[in-house]
């Protein structure tokens, strides 16, 4: 009888998770998914460890009121990424590993992101805003 009761509260507990997720979770699920696997809540810290955060306007990121380069609130909902590339993961991740190659005079620097860490920083930008 104690297991039964237990199966129904873990039940009970699993149930009132998934109702109370919210549209910002809903959105890192999405990231998650179009990034490949990355990682939303490692993407916001290594927004810090790579200091994009002192040329950037982020939202949820501390400190991030930078106006060297865009604001990147919206970002999932732009056309293009640096004004030349489609707004794709896989483009996103190349702008934020090698943004030399693919606007050789742009002043963002090459900061020898990792290939995980411009997966899970895409998967935070991607996070704000919807993916229609």
């Not at 997720?21 to 490692?42: F, L, M, P």
């Not at 306007?57 to 489609?86: C, F, H, K």
């Not at 993961?89 to 990792?114: C, D, F, G, K, Y």
């Amino acid at each position: 009888m104690r297991a039964g009761i237990g199966l129904v509260l873990t039940l009970a507990l699993s149930a009132g998770q998934i109702a109370c997720w919210d549209a910002s979770s809903k959105r890192a699920r999405a990231a998650y998914v179009t990034t490949g696997g990355g990682n939303a809540r490692a993407g916001r810290a290594d927004i810090r460890k790579y200091g994009c955060y002192s040329c950037h306007t982020i939202p949820g990121v501390v400190g991030a009121r930078g106006l060297v380069g865009p604001p990147l609130d919206g970002i999932a909902n732009r056309e293009y990424i640096a004004g030349e590339l489609p707004n794709t993961a896989s483009n996103l991740m190349l702008w934020i590993q090698h943004p030399h190659q693919v606007h050789p005079r742009t002043v963002m620097p090459e900061m020898n992101v990792s290939e995980q860490d411009s997966r899970d920083i895409a998967a935070y930008l991607y996070t704000l805003g919807g993916r229609d």
